[in-house]
């Protein structure tokens, strides 16, 4: 990973806290699971950066055919988003589920009382919310409860609800 100084947004933003979050827990993923980590004590020490942009879907299904599934908004104009001012840019983990193909990983960060990490088998005994900070791509930020999408429907988390759109089906 580059130095911070030679990243590309030093030169806008070198005050690097604006990218950390306080509650930032990390995310330990569970050995031998194929995905990236552990991310500890925080995402923000270990990877630079507590917030993550909406590009790849990371294996969750959708109802609909994303327009496309394996960069989403990555190296999109803004004018690609359907509604600007609801279209995820920037989360923290606990928006989004995390798989590798078969297993999925839900994280908490605010207002944890409990596990960080958990599994698919440990989420429907688990009594904590998933809440995170948003940046949407119109440029405004929010920090809204997930905790309805991904317990209802864990398999399809990414659908859109009336405050939030993770993706843009294909037409």
Same mark, same amino acid.
């Given at each position: ?10 030169? &806008? !933003? ?7 979050? =306080? #509650? +930032? ?30 590009? &790849? !879907? ?7 055919? =994303? #327009? +496309? ?103």
């Amino acid at each position: 990973m580059p130095k911070a100084a030679d990243r590309h947004l030093f030169r &806008y !933003l070198p005050t690097f806290e604006s990218f950390r979050c =306080p #509650a +930032d827990q990390g995310q330990k993923f569970p050995e031998g699971s194929g995905c990236s980590g552990p991310f500890k004590p925080s995402n923000y020490e270990a990877i630079g950066c507590s917030y993550r942009f909406n590009a &790849y !879907l990371w294996d969750n299904n959708t109802r609909q055919i =994303p #327009a +496309d599934a394996d960069f989403n908004l990555a190296g999109k104009k803004e004018s690609w988003a359907p509604n600007p001012s609801l279209f995820i840019m920037v989360h923290e983990p606990p928006a989004f589920v995390y798989g590798d193909g078969g297993s999925k990983f839900f994280f908490h960060w605010h207002y944890t009382r409990g596990a960080t990490t958990l599994t698919l088998s440990q989420l429907k005994q688990d009594n904590q919310k998933f809440f995170s900070a948003i940046l949407f791509v119109d440029g405004h930020a929010a920090k809204h409860d997930f905790t309805k999408s991904i317990k209802d429907d864990p398999m399809h988390p990414l659908e859109p609800t009336a405050n939030w759109i993770w993706y843009k089906p294909k037409n």
